[in-house]
């Protein structure tokens, strides 16, 4: 469940704005800092709907900053019984289908909006005004100067800046997910029990991140441009007597991630598959170390998943050590 794009994504730093690109918006950038700004400020609770390929779910959302620490819980009210906890963007415990691809993860990377970063891959504007959730809302607009990006609409409540509807689209002006809340409280503060996980809520095992391409012991010899690695881990397969390195990369906004796995005889199908702004790409590679399943997942464009694939290469011995 990739829900609240935004919310927990957009952490970020306030700043002063130098000489803008040509085609971006000196307001956009504003409230694009007062986002970065909302998340670590503001407490609230509310209801959102979230949509990708024609499937809908309804969540609802705790989210409580208090003596600078920010407590999250959301909990899917349709379907399969999913909860996520968080406190200061370290996933707690999950429940449901959750649990299988979170446990024991490493944990991610926060997001660090940065309107002057995204700028150079996004033009940013104001669209206009409209009203969302009984709120009065501004229009921003972040639209890719590339093809391996998508674009995005974000409607920022016109009060705290928080995004109350978000929309992610392609190059040919299809939707592909949106978010949108259809209540949201900032009055009434979660208290202790509201952001308390039920009894269903697995704990997650904490690990450190590291941010060093040799930990993975892979690079890559094409990333799109703007795209920067922000961790790497190596873990043990539990389905198999292997290991998986994992590397993360994002530009600001968007993310993927690339899995390598070792093969032996005719395992390990090609696969390339969508599902909303959400790819994967699986491509079987000859290297030094072996056959290798080389995994692409992330909101990038199905082409360049690919493009990535074909360019992981192993490090060498030196650079590893």
């Not at 009894?199 to 094409?222: F, I, L, T, Y």
Request: proline letters at 5%; a negative charge.
């Amino acid at each position: 469940m990739r829900a609240l794009p935004f919310i927990p994504l957009l952490l970020g730093v306030g700043m002063a704005m130098p000489a803008l690109a040509a085609n971006s918006s000196t307001d956009a950038a504003d409230w694009l800092n007062r986002l970065a700004k909302a998340e670590q400020q503001q407490s609230y609770q509310g209801t959102f709907v979230y949509e990708r390929n024609g499937s809908f779910s309804t969540h609802d959302i705790w989210h409580r900053v208090q003596d600078g620490k920010v407590s999250e819980r959301l909990l899917q009210l349709d379907g399969p019984a999913q909860e996520v906890v968080r406190v200061d963007g370290q996933t707690q415990c999950v429940s449901g289908t959750l649990v299988q691809g979170v446990g024991n993860a490493t944990e991610s990377s926060a997001r660090v909006l940065d309107p002057l970063k995204l700028m150079n891959w996004y033009d940013l504007s104001v669209a206009g005004h409209s009203r969302v959730a009984g709120r009065d809302v501004t229009i921003i607009t972040l639209r890719p100067r590339d093809q391996h990006r998508y674009a995005f609409e974000i409607h920022l409540d016109d009060k705290t800046a928080l995004p109350l509807k978000s929309l992610l689209i392609n190059d040919k002006e299809q939707l592909l997910e949106r978010f949108q809340f259809t209540r949201l409280d900032t009055a009434d503060i979660p208290d202790d029990a509201e952001l308390r996980p039920s009894g269903n809520c697995k704990p997650v095992a904490q690990s450190v991140a590291r941010s060093s391409e040799s930990v993975a012991g892979w690079r890559s010899d094409w990333l799109p441009p703007g795209f920067e690695l922000i961790n790497s881990s190596v873990r043990k397969d539990p389905a198999g007597k292997g290991a998986v390195s994992s590397l993360m990369y994002d530009d600001g906004l968007a993310r993927f991630s690339v899995f390598l796995e070792a093969v032996d005889g005719a395992a390990g199908a090609d696969v390339r598959t969508q599902l909303g702004p959400t790819v994967a790409v699986s491509r079987r590679l000859t290297t030094p170390k072996g056959e290798v399943m080389v995994t692409v997942v992330g909101e990038i464009p199905i082409g360049t998943a690919e493009r990535v694939a074909l360019s992981m290469r192993a490090q060498d011995a030196q650079a590893s050590q």
